[in-house]
């Protein structure tokens, strides 16, 4: 055994059981593949250490969810349908024909009005792996069909549902990854807008907006007067540190 891990093997005898065209890539990492390439044998991609380490961490993961969830939590996993009616709003929907004339099926978009039922039905605490349908155009953040962790609670508040998510991420983390630290650093959405300027910052980015306002109070630059003088008007800035 070589320290990588891998095997050497002493071959005695060898029998040839079924021969095999040249395949279109090798099989290995470091061999560079284009992503048409991929997807076209796609049964030769899923071979490769990344994409089963990927497939396998995540089972790992769903698992140890499942574990958190169900077992320390009360948490029961429940399998919504996924033919359902119309409901409009939001994302357009993929709508499915069925046996009967002028009746259609459509894919959910999340399992919103299943898992309410749940509630009212005495099930307080939901979840499941879910399976989400949306007809979106193609974005980076948008796919047509994802995978969600659908979670509902009856009865719970802010700070409840906020640790319940960390100790869930902490629990299901990889054991081979950095440990997650909880609590998680928040920030208001004033504080965000503040100091960012958007409501979902990057937060790694390290050069926040400054209120600069006190330095121009008495400035005669005239956008400036203008700007300080309206309700809520203020200067900010970006500070860049000096060879940056």
């Given at each position: ?18 021969s ?36 396998r ?22 399998e919504?349908?996924t ?13 499915i ?7 259609f ?58 640790s319940l ?62 700007a ?11 500070r ?5």
């Open positions: 055994k070589m320290p990588t891990g891998e095997i050497e093997i002493k071959v005695k005898t060898a029998e040839l059981l079924n095999c065209k040249k395949l279109p890539f090798e099989i290995k990492d470091f061999v560079k593949k284009t992503e048409a390439l991929r997807l076209q044998y796609r049964y030769l991609d899923l071979r490769s250490f990344q994409m089963q380490y990927n497939l961490l995540r089972s790992q993961m769903v698992m140890k969810m499942r574990e958190y969830l169900c077992n320390l939590h009360g948490f029961v996993d429940i919504t349908p033919l359902f009616k119309r409901t409009p709003g939001g994302a357009k929907e993929f709508v024909p069925s046996r009967e004339p002028g009746k099926y459509c894919l959910p978009q999340s399992p919103q009005q299943f898992k309410q039922l749940l509630m009212v039905g005495g099930l307080d605490r939901y979840f499941q792996v879910a399976r989400c349908y949306r007809d979106e155009g193609s974005r980076p953040d948008r796919q047509p069909e994802f995978t969600q962790i659908d979670i509902e609670m009856s009865f719970v508040d802010q700070t409840g549902i906020r998510i960390e100790g869930l991420l902490q629990y299901s983390w990889p054991i081979d990854k950095d440990p997650v630290v909880v609590p998680f650093p928040s920030l208001t959405f004033a504080e965000a807008l503040a100091s960012y300027g958007t409501d979902k910052p990057d937060t790694r980015f390290g050069m926040k907006i400054i209120d600069i306002s006190d330095l121009f109070r008495n400035t005669e630059v005239g956008f400036l007067q203008d300080l003088s309206k309700p809520q008007g203020a200067v900010k800035a970006i860049v540190s000096e060879g940056t």
